[in-house]
């Protein structure tokens, strides 16, 4: 186990500089942030990442109040407190989900967030990361975290097409505020511009009266989607249009929640 571990760090090392790169401590506690990096689902789960550790309840500093909503306008949020935080602090979040789907709120580095979110999306798979919680529609939970590392990080829901909607928060620990503000504003450019990119796909299944289309499709840009054939919501002018075997250029966004076709051509 240990030399699988190790393996993997340094496969990790490098093919990706960039996480290796001085951002960090070095040394063993980074090495094993790392290597739990690579696949994020080890049983390794007890010890330490770039956003630090599981915290000691005893050992509360502040409570840090999350509420999860569903706007009107298809957005998804992580409304409340401001998550700034100082290095070697303990927080207890009190999560709420005020939906009506299931969300998680996972607490990580921006770009291991973004590498899950593919995974996600990919397969669909379910995590109990101790980073990580995921409440049903109405349901309440606690994360209780050690921020052991200065840094930028964040607070996101990585089910495929939430992240996109707006379900995503910066967390800064130290003197990283700035930055965090900074890299959001990137992030949200890229998906605004990603935002008219048409995909190409075959659609394989039309379900009329479900108001759902199957479309074998290219990676979605905007949806930071691999390709990939899955269903999507369509509204009856859209379906209309569509066909079996048809070889379309297409726009999907989340729509409430739901990944909906929206441009066609
Ligand atoms: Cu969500």
Redesign the pocket.
């Given at each position: 186990m240990k030399n699988l571990l190790l393996t993997t760090a340094i496969a990790l090392t490098i093919a990706m500089p960039a996480y290796a790169s001085g951002t960090h401590d070095g040394g063993h506690g980074a090495a094993k942030a790392e290597a739990h990096g690579a696949d994020g689902h080890s049983d390794n789960h007890a010890d330490m990442m770039m956003i630090g550790m599981p915290g000691d309840a005893s050992k509360v500093d502040r409570t840090i109040n999350i509420t999860?909503v569903e706007t009107d306008d298809g957005k998804?949020l992580l409304e409340g407190d401001e998550m700034t935080f100082e290095k070697g602090e303990t927080i207890r979040f009190v999560i709420e989900n005020k939906g009506e789907?299931e969300?998680?709120f996972v607490l990580d580095t921006v770009e291991r967030n973004a590498d899950h979110k593919i995974e996600m999306a990919k397969m669909m798979m379910e995590h109990d990361d101790p980073n990580r919680i995921t409440l049903d529609a109405g349901a309440s939970g606690e994360v209780i975290w050690t921020f052991s590392n200065d840094g930028a990080f964040e607070a996101a829901?990585l089910?495929p097409g939430?992240y996109e909607s707006g379900?995503y928060r910066a967390v800064a620990v130290g003197e990283h505020a700035m930055k965090a503000d900074m890299k959001m504003a990137v992030a949200e450019v890229q998906v605004a511009q990603a935002d008219v990119e048409y995909t190409k796909g075959k659609v394989t299944k039309v379900d009329a009266k479900g108001g759902k289309v199957t479309i074998d499709h290219g990676p979605l840009l905007n949806l930071d989607m691999p390709a990939m054939k899955m269903v999507f919501r369509a509204d009856e002018a859209m379906i209309s249009k569509l066909s079996e075997g048809q070889e379309i250029e297409f726009v999907a966004e989340p729509v409430k929640g739901k990944l909906t076709v929206t441009q066609l051509k």
């Open positions: 999860m998804m789907q969300h998680e829901c089910m939430h379900m």
